[in-house]
């Protein structure tokens, strides 16, 4: 489990083919010393699990699933991403709750420098507009932000400068593709209501004045 409060940013040095999938060498620009082989860290917001340690490098395992999900079938060595290890108890809980499973990719829009402020706005896929509320929280490439705006299936976010100066990005572009996280509570929450809703929304497609005469209305 993590925040979407990125540690550090991390440099992939080696992505090599592994049965199916890649193995991934990266360099992490903090301490690894409380660091050990089978914990979590979160890469561009993507759980993943560190197989070896080397100074303030690490390797890891891409299978084929998060390939497909994720944004690292576009990734390169020298390419910069956000890090960040897995939350203890106890610690203060910034952010929001993120798992690193990611729902799928985003391609950012445009960004608009406000001073040093930039606007962010970033489209997703259609499928995961019920879930989106504004002023709720979402994780892109691993960094939690707040939906200042939505207009059907694009985003919109302020990016602060120490989001800027902490996370990968400041180094981003139109065109650029990036891993989406929806807030777990917002998707386990429609998936209780669901069927509640579901049930409303046939009622209403029935109540008509058809329906009403034939009932003796």
């Not at 019920?130 to 939505?150: C, M, R």
Request: aromatic share 10%.
């Amino acid at each position: 489990m993590f925040t979407g409060l990125v540690e550090g940013i991390g440099k992939i040095i080696a992505l090599q083919p592994y049965k199916g999938g890649l193995l991934a060498e990266i360099s992490s620009s903090f301490s690894l010393k409380d660091t050990h082989v089978g914990d979590s860290i979160a890469v561009d917001g993507v759980c993943l699990t560190i197989i070896e340690i080397k100074g303030s490098n690490f390797k890891t395992h891409l299978s084929p699933e998060t390939l497909s999900k994720t944004t690292f079938k576009y990734k390169h060595s020298g390419d910069f991403v956000n890090l960040e290890r897995a939350l203890k108890f106890g610690e203060r809980l910034g952010g929001h709750l993120v798992s690193g499973h990611v729902d799928g990719i985003g391609k950012i829009i445009s960004i608009t420098p406000m001073g040093d402020f930039w606007k962010l706005r970033v489209e997703i896929p259609p499928e995961f507009t019920p879930y989106i509320v504004k002023k709720g929280s979402i994780a892109i490439d691993g960094v939690s932000l707040t939906i200042n705006n939505f207009e059907e299936k694009v985003l919109e976010f302020m990016l602060i400068p120490h989001t800027l100066k902490v996370t990968t990005l400041c180094l981003k572009k139109p065109g650029d593709w990036v891993n989406i996280e929806i807030d777990m509570i917002a998707k386990m929450v429609y998936k209780w209501l669901s069927p509640y809703l579901e049930t409303l929304e046939m009622s209403r497609k029935r109540l008509t004045l058809e329906f009403l005469k034939e009932q003796g209305f």
